[in-house]
């Protein structure tokens, strides 16, 4: 690790690699050693997982040490943060086939403890479906670690620019830079979805622990935003930056805009 300190301005952590791969490295081991920890007192791990480019090196890592160290998900309870509406599970754009893709198809997590929202409910149906997103998370006692990426314009889940501070799960409009990121995964703007459940920030900010990994020069802006400028709506990220439980975990570049992390 390059640098690890609190932010320059509140009470987070930031914690700095000098490029992805270790990044994403020290995230993998922050969930494996929560997962064995909760295993050594017999309890479960309750995860909240993101999708996007940023977690996949984090997720071959958890599937590394699955396949050459033991590391068992028996344990874990999983929930996704978010998924597009309307879309099939099935369809490869899907949040749900993602997680297949890239972690649930390579480890021992059991399929019952696997909580995706499955938008194939009638509209009419939405609200009542979110409910029951929200109280089944809080009948496993709550999330104990929430990993997070961050969108372009500080979106965390799909909590778009605007979203309540104390907004829980539910039916959400995707921004138009939301959107745009995502047409290459869809082959154009005009298939990608304008809508999408998404666990809100009320949720989020009440796991135990939040690890929110940002790479790449891409995102350097948004962060500098997010952990250094005002505290608002219009950033949803900044919510974080007065919460004890959160570490950011940033590459070099993704840092490059923070202030006291460039002099360094
Ligand atoms: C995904 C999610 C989003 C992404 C964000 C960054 O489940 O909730 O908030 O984390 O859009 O996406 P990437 O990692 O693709 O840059």
Known sequence: MLQSMHT?????????????????????????????Q????????????????????????????????GLSFANVISFNLDE????????????????????????????????????????NGINE????????????????????????????????????????????NLHSLTREDAQTDFGGLENVPHQAISIGIDTIVQARKILLLALGEKKSEIISKALQGEITTRVPASILQNLPHVEYVLDHEAAALIEEAVVA
């Open 84 to 123: 597009y509406y309307p879309i099939h599970p099935e369809d490869t754009q899907s949040y749900t086939y993602f997680m297949n893709r890239y972690l649930f198809g390579s480890i021992d997590i059991k399929l019952e403890n696997i909580h995706i929202p499955h938008t194939n409910c009638a509209a």
């Open 129 to 172: 479906y979110c409910k029951a997103y929200e109280e089944k998370i809080a009948r496993f006692g709550g999330l104990d670690l929430q990993l997070l990426g961050i969108g372009r314009n500080g979106h965390i889940g799909f909590n778009e620019p605007g979203s309540s501070f104390q907004d829980t799960t539910r039916l959400v």
């Open 38 to 69: 909760q295993q050594t007192q017999g309890k479960p791990a309750v995860l909240g997982l993101a999708t996007g480019n940023t977690p996949k090196r984090v997720y071959e890592e958890l599937i590394n040490l699955h396949k050459n160290e």
């Open 8 to 36: 320059p301005t509140n009470s987070s952590t930031l914690h700095l690699f000098s490029n992805p791969e270790k990044a994403s490295l020290y995230v993998a081991q922050q969930i494996a050693d929560l997962i064995r």
